[in-house]
């Protein structure tokens, strides 16, 4: 029952591919829970695994290992033949250049996600020291934006304001940066956001 949508099912027909966001190893979200129904809607759509990549956002982390790639989604995920991929904010050739937001900023995201045909954003909402709360476009930007992006996303021009701080979206600059960035590359198509309790435990998924 998404909120505001059809199902992913009736989404992806007639897609020719997909491209699934989640998060790096610094985020407790539970891959390994969310994304095999992902997937399974995504193949009951005719879209098979072998045409889905899975791109981790690793915003300007390091890559993930191969070890923490099976950690990250588990063996279901990592064997059903999907491409798993780090993005690499550094890399500016794997960048789509989608023009400035309306602060001057470049808008740099991973060209994999942009040129898909289903994107697909997952991650988890929880308050967020300075863009308010976490979820939804943070999983474009900074997830997978470059690296020119994601500098200017943490200027101090942004930081600084009163209103950049945990639990506000109002008026949050930092929020409304990463939701330019988001809404140039071209949004989501559908987003899993989860919530956790303190024991990291599911309590919601939306």
């Not at 308010?132 to 942004?158: E, Q």
């Amino acid at each position: 029952e998404p909120i505001g949508t059809a199902p992913l099912v009736e989404i992806a027909r007639g897609r020719s591919d997909a491209c699934i966001v989640v998060s790096d190893i610094t985020r407790p979200v539970p891959n390994a829970v969310i994304v095999p129904p992902i997937l399974e809607a995504l193949t009951g759509a005719g879209l098979p695994p072998e045409r889905v990549t899975i791109l981790i956002g690793t915003g300007l982390h390091r890559p993930a290992s191969p070890e923490e790639i099976r950690e990250l989604l588990g063996d279901e995920v990592t064997e059903t033949g999907c491409a798993v991929i780090n993005h690499v904010a550094i890399n500016d050739d794997e960048q789509a250049h989608l023009g400035e937001t309306g602060r001057g900023a470049p808008a740099l995201v991973d060209r994999r996600y942009v040129e898909a045909d289903l994107r697909i954003l997952t991650g988890l909402v929880e308050p967020h020291l300075m863009a308010g709360y976490s979820g939804g476009r943070k999983a474009i930007c900074p997830g997978v934006a470059g690296r020119d992006t994601i500098m200017a996303l943490h200027a101090p021009a942004l930081l600084e304001p009163a209103e950049a701080r945990a639990g506000n979206l109002i008026a949050n600059p930092v929020h409304e940066e990463a939701l330019a960035v988001a809404d140039l590359a071209g949004g989501a198509d559908f987003i899993v956001n989860v919530t956790l309790d303190e024991r990291r435990a599911l309590t919601g998924v939306f």
